[in-house]
């Protein structure tokens, strides 16, 4: 039997948030992706591996909100993880294996405007966004990147970017991953049905080559890489 909804409590700022990290830096702002594993909404499912619910969706849209309007210098924003080797798995597969249907739908409309609302503000607010992703990402938090400008993986031989809900799950993503791969970022249609059947990903020059992502850097220059990436972006705008 589903579980009734949760309270949802929409109030938040960056000193209350459980997932996040802000700052800024001049043009720059950076928001660090740290999911409590232990911050659900609701009892029942642990935040493992970066994984994400509504909670960790709501403190996002609330930075992206402020860095708009509370950061004007801000001219770029770099999406990455504070956790070691893992960006982020996308959501949390036991929260919605708890879920009630209308929760589900509701949560994939708020993570889906989330993600539309980053593409409309690089396209109508000239605020630009890096995807950093220094280690594995799957899913939603492919997603997540894929609704970014640019995206720059860590080339450390490990860490890779994937679809795997189908071979997985059997289902669909569910925040615009296949849309965006070929109509956003051109990739091949061969290459994009081998990689959303494939459940362990696509790694290094084999994603740079399929278009999966825009730049590798090695693990000692990554930190500058992306930081060149964001302010050229920012100069764009």
């Known amino acids: 039997m589903d579980s009734p909804a949760p309270s949802v409590d929409y109030r938040t700022e960056p000193s209350r948030y459980r997932h996040w990290r802000l700052s800024s830096d001049g043009p720059l702002a950076t928001l660090a ?16 591996l970066n994984s994400y619910d509504l909670g960790v969706d709501i403190e996002l849209a609330d930075a992206l909100n402020r860095i708009r309007f509370e950061h004007p210098e801000v ?9 070691d080797r893992i960006f982020c798995s996308g959501a949390n597969i036991f929260m919605l294996g708890l879920a ?36 594995t990402c799957a899913g939603g938090g492919y997603e997540l990147a894929l609704a ?3 995206i720059v ?3 450390d031989r490990s860490s890779a970017v994937s679809l ?22 051109r990739v091949r249609h061969d290459h994009a049905d081998i990689f959303c059947t494939t459940a362990e990903g696509v790694r290094g020059q ?4 399929w278009k999966l992502v825009d730049a590798l850097a090695k693990p000692a220059q990554f930190a500058a890489a992306v930081r060149e990436r964001a302010l050229s972006l920012s100069r764009s705008g």
């Open 164 to 185: 795997p809900e189908v071979p997985l799950l059997g289902v669909l993503p569910g925040t615009g991953g296949l849309t965006r791969l070929t109509d956003k970022r």
């Open 153 to 155: 993986l860590v080339d």
């Open 75 to 83: 001219r770029a924003v770099v999406l990455t993880s504070a956790k």
């Open 100 to 135: 009630s249907h209308a929760w589900k739908v509701n949560f994939c409309k708020f993570t889906n405007e989330t993600r539309n609302g980053i593409e409309d503000s690089s396209r109508h607010s000239g605020l630009k966004f890096v995807a950093a992703v220094n280690g």
């Open 148 to 150: 970014c400008d640019a």
């Open 33 to 48: 992706m740290d999911v409590a594993e232990e911050g659900g909404l609701q009892p029942g499912y642990r935040l493992k």
């Open 206 to 209: 084999r994603a740079l080559d």
